[in-house]
C-alpha cells in the first residue's frame, strides 16, 4: 500500500484529490496539509511515502522547502503538484532532491503513474515538460523568453520595482507580509534572477512594467 499526503492550501484541490485517490486499493490517502508548518508537523505523524507539494504557499515556497523535507525524511519522495509550467520550478524541485513534478489539470491516469513511477526509483515529468527542457537545453530557448506571470505576481513586481517595502506591498494589495515573500520568491525563479535588484533589472528589460 503506497501511503501519500497532500500539501495545498485550496480546500477544493484537496477534495478534488481525494476523490481521484479514493477508490485506489493500491494507495492510501494518510494526510491532507494546507501550509509548509502543517507539512513539517504532519510528515513526523502520518509517514507518507509520496508527498503531493504545492509550490506557492501561504508561508513559503514549497519548491525551496522541498529540500528541507526530503533531508528530514530520506525515504519520502516528494512529487510537485502546481499550476506552475516555467522550467526554472522544475529544476529547483529536482535539484532539491524532487522525485516528479505535475500540473494541476493532470488527469487521473497521469497521476497514478507518476506514482507508480517514482515508488519504482524513477522521476516523472510530463512529455510537455521535458520537451521544454530539452529545448532549452538545445539553446532553443530565445533571448525574447518572457515567462508567464500572474496578475498578482505583476501587481507585486510593479510596486518593488518603485521600491516600496515588502510591508508596503502587504498594505498596498492586503495581502500578508508572507504572501508578498512567497511571490516575490516565485518571481525570482520564474525570471531566473538572484535577488530583489536582479528582478528590477529583469523587469524593465522585459518591458514586464
Known amino acids: 500500500m503506497i501511503r501519500i499526503a497532500i500539501t495545498d492550501d485550496h480546500p477544493l484541490i484537496l477534495e478534488g484529490l481525494k476523490t481521484l485517490l479514493a477508490h485506489e486499493t493500491h494507495i492510501t490517502l494518510v494526510g491532507t496539509y494546507?501550509?509548509?508548518?502543517?507539512?513539517?508537523?504532519?510528515?513526523?505523524?502520518d509517514c507518507p511515502d509520496v508527498l503531493l507539494l504545492d509550490i506557492n504557499l501561504p508561508d513559503g515556497n514549497g519548491a525551496s522547502n522541498c529540500k528541507h523535507?526530503?533531508?528530514?525524511?530520506?525515504?519520502l519522495k516528494v512529487v510537485a503538484l502546481t499550476n506552475f509550467e516555467e522550467s526554472a520550478f522544475v529544476r529547483q524541485i529536482i535539484q532539491n532532491g524532487g522525485?516528479?513534478?505535475?500540473?494541476?489539470?493532470?488527469?487521473?491516469?497521469?497521476?497514478l503513474e507518476a506514482i507508480d513511477t517514482i515508488m519504482a526509483g524513477d522521476t516523472?515529468?510530463?512529455?510537455?515538460?521535458?520537451?521544454?527542457?530539452?529545448?532549452?537545453?538545445?539553446g532553443s530557448r530565445t533571448s525574447y523568453f518572457i515567462p508567464k506571470?500572474?496578475?498578482?505576481?505583476?501587481?507585486?513586481?510593479?510596486?518593488?520595482v518603485k521600491e516600496h517595502t515588502t510591508e508596503e506591498i502587504a498594505e498596498k494589495l492586503f495581502i500578508s507580509v508572507k504572501t508578498v515573500e512567497a511571490h516575490r520568491s516565485n518571481l525570482i525563479q520564474k525570471l531566473g534572477v538572484r535577488n530583489t535588484a536582479g528582478l528590477v533589472r529583469m523587469a524593465v528589460e522585459k518591458g514586464l512594467v
Open 124 to 138: 516523472y515529468l510530463p512529455k510537455k515538460i521535458k520537451q521544454q527542457l530539452l529545448n532549452e537545453s538545445l
Open 149 to 160: 506571470l500572474t496578475r498578482r505576481e505583476k501587481e507585486v513586481l510593479a510596486l518593488i
Open 69 to 75: 523535507f526530503v533531508k528530514a525524511y530520506p525515504d
Open 34 to 45: 494546507g501550509s509548509l508548518a502543517e507539512t513539517e508537523a504532519g510528515l513526523a505523524v
Open 99 to 111: 522525485k516528479g513534478y505535475l500540473l494541476k489539470n493532470t488527469p487521473k491516469a497521469e497521476l
